[in-house]
């Protein structure tokens, strides 16, 4: 028993003085965009308050479907207040009333209907919700992609470029090279190193703006892939999948919301009305001698909408002009989607084709260049000017395909939210 209880405890001991280096060692893994995804999803404030309004206007068409609560009245009545007491006057009686109201017509079922809609509508907002986490938190996990790509490549070019300055130094000091060029070509490492501080505070940037969605897993190493997104499909498909849009949804609900409200203004104009049931309780003789009987009352109560111009009427306009709104505002939200995937997909369209231009020439051009003006300088046939100029616009033509690639990835990421694409 001694022997399991030391056990117990020296693995409780080890696991606490583990737990940090776990922690640390979690906080270097690189971070993926799947895992990206899936933490920025997990616990969202957005998403999950949309769920929770959703879920009280659920209960909210619950509880409209239901009649008013009865009342109980409780009294005394035709009591004398003059002389005698309760058993002095044949109508005195203790009262015990039941009231039990029925709203107007069908109204408490459309009622149901509308506050079912809204609460699918806003099942759909988060689903929209969802959506816009997702592209954002992709757009931002590219970002700081690029920006950490950007800092490697940079910082990988710069042992080049100090090789370059040892170099023509050295060949300044045997009168091969002028002063011009050392200057040159230290003035360039200093625009490396300047780039490079440029570079970390964007990469600072790109974190901080990532954290919003994952808090301090934002901080670690991004994976070195990008995701392999390479084709969409066409724009007509994109546009018909425009329809299922979770903001298209919320839409359709929220029509359907206020026709149901227009349905519940009809039936206003019905009469409402309420069932009455009372027992009065008297005490006392009839002259006969025999006891004064109780009472039972039942009568109905009906609403008169007589005065309906102001009251009735006015609330039936006020739910043509909302569902009448609610139209016009999806025909603007289709639009404005509609927009937005067009444009888009001619963006990802330019960028595809920028993108394998620099994969199929500029980028070999631009390498080629850099190392003919090296060998031309070597061999005293070249300006130095034409080395740096060279090598820096080599390093600027990796830096913007890098760009090209990510923007691309980017566009394809607001695609998959508006075409509904499932990867």
């Not at 906080?27 to 799947?34: C, I, R």
């Not at 040892?166 to 091969?176: E, K, P």
């Not at 501080?197 to 974190?207: G, T, V």
């Amino acid at each position: 028993m001694l022997f399991f209880r030391g056990r117990t405890l020296a693995l409780m001991f080890f696991t606490t003085l583990l737990a940090p280096v776990l922690v640390s060692a979690q906080q270097g893994l690189p971070l993926t965009l799947a895992e990206a995804e899936r933490l920025a999803l997990e616990d969202e404030p957005g998403y999950a308050a949309l769920r929770e309004r959703a879920g009280a206007l659920g209960e909210q068409a619950v509880v409209s479907g239901q009649l008013p609560d009865p009342t109980l009245r409780i009294g005394l009545a035709n009591f004398p207040i003059q002389s005698g007491g309760f058993s002095t006057e044949g109508m005195t009686q203790a009262l015990l009333a039941y009231r039990q109201s029925f709203p107007s017509g069908k109204s408490r079922d459309y009622s149901n209907e509308r506050f079912a809609s809204l609460s699918l509508g806003m099942n759909a907002s988060a689903d929209a919700r969802a959506r816009d986490v997702r592209t954002n938190v992709r757009k931002a996990w590219l970002e700081a992609y690029y920006w950490q790509k950007a800092r490697e490549i940079v910082t990988g070019s710069r042992p080049f470029f100090a090789d370059l300055a040892t170099i023509t130094r050295s060949l300044y000091s045997v009168g091969r090279k002028t002063q011009h060029d050392v200057l040159r070509s230290e003035l360039e490492l200093s625009r490396l190193d300047d780039r490079l501080i440029e570079i970390n505070r964007n990469e600072m940037q790109a974190k901080a703006a990532l954290s919003e969605w994952l808090g301090e897993n934002a901080s670690r190493p991004i994976a070195e892939t990008l995701p392999e997104w390479e084709q969409v499909p066409p724009l007509d498909a994109l546009r018909g999948n425009l329809d299922s849009h979770p903001f298209i949804a919320a839409a359709d609900a929220r029509i359907a919301a206020s026709e149901a409200n227009v349905v519940v203004a009809e039936e206003k104009k019905k009469p409402g009305w309420a069932l009455d049931l009372a027992y009065g309780y008297r005490e006392g003789y009839l002259p006969n001698g025999d006891p004064r009987s109780d009472f039972v009352s039942l009568s109905v109560t009906m609403e008169l909408p007589f005065f309906s111009k102001n009251r009735q009427d006015r609330s039936l306009a006020a739910a043509l002009r909302e569902r009448s709104a609610s139209k016009y505002e999806r025909t603007e939200l289709v639009r404005h989607l509609s927009s937005l995937l067009d444009a888009e997909f001619a963006r990802w369209q330019d960028l595809t084709r920028r993108t394998m231009l620099f994969e199929s020439l500029i980028l070999e051009l631009a390498e080629s260049r850099a190392e003919s003006a090296l060998l031309a300088y070597q061999s005293d046939a070249g300006d130095f000017a034409d080395v740096m100029r060279g090598y820096i616009d080599e390093l600027d033509t990796r830096l913007d395909h890098l760009r090209l690639k990510v923007e691309r990835a980017q566009s394809y990421a607001v695609l998959a939210n508006l075409g509904g694409l499932t990867q």
